[in-house]
């Protein structure tokens, strides 16, 4: 197979770059008003969304997309700091948000929206984002986004 053609590597650099210079603006703007990294509040507001604040430590990693080792470190640091605990469930741990941790999060959400309408909706037209909602479903397999399932 032929290496990626300038045009093709233009655009592999451009996901890239977006991906990574989007995250990390936001994530450094949570941890500086709430102590969070982006790594912490995506756990946090995962477990709040899916699970009401409670939810399968497995689930909870298959939702993230997250290796069962980088789960169990995390929630351990998480864990001593307070804002989430595990406790063990009928089929497995249970990770449960404290009340600690839904302060931080209540705390964080708007700081979240603030930093990605900042970094990436308010860089945007309308036609442009609905452009990349599209571009995103149709790469990552979505239903729903633009793409018809099929």
């Known amino acids: ?7 093709e590597l233009q655009v592999w650099q ?3 770059t977006l991906g990574h210079h989007v995250t990390r603006r936001v994530g450094a703007e949570l941890t500086a008003v709430t102590g969070l990294s982006g790594s912490e509040y995506g756990l946090l507001s995962r477990l709040e969304e899916l699970g009401e604040g409670r939810l399968g ?11 069962k080792s ?5 929630l351990t640091r998480m864990a001593a700091r307070g804002i989430v ?5 009928p089929t497995g741990v249970v990770v449960v948000l404290t009340p600690d941790g839904r302060d931080l999060l ?14 990436l909706i308010d860089r945007l037209g309308e036609p ?3 452009m990349l909602v599209r571009i995103a479903g149709r790469l990552t397999g979505a239903v729903g986004e633009g793409e018809p399932a099929g």
């Open 128 to 130: 442009e984002r609905a």
């Open 57 to 67: 430590q497995q689930a909870l990693a298959d939702a993230l997309g997250w290796a």
């Open 70 to 74: 980088r789960m169990s470190h995390q």
């Open 1 to 7: 197979m032929d290496p990626l053609s300038p045009d």
């Open 106 to 119: 209540a705390r964080a959400r708007p700081v979240h929206a603030a930093a990605v309408r900042e970094y």
């Open 85 to 89: 605990h595990r406790e063990k469930g």
């Open 14 to 16: 451009a996901c890239k």
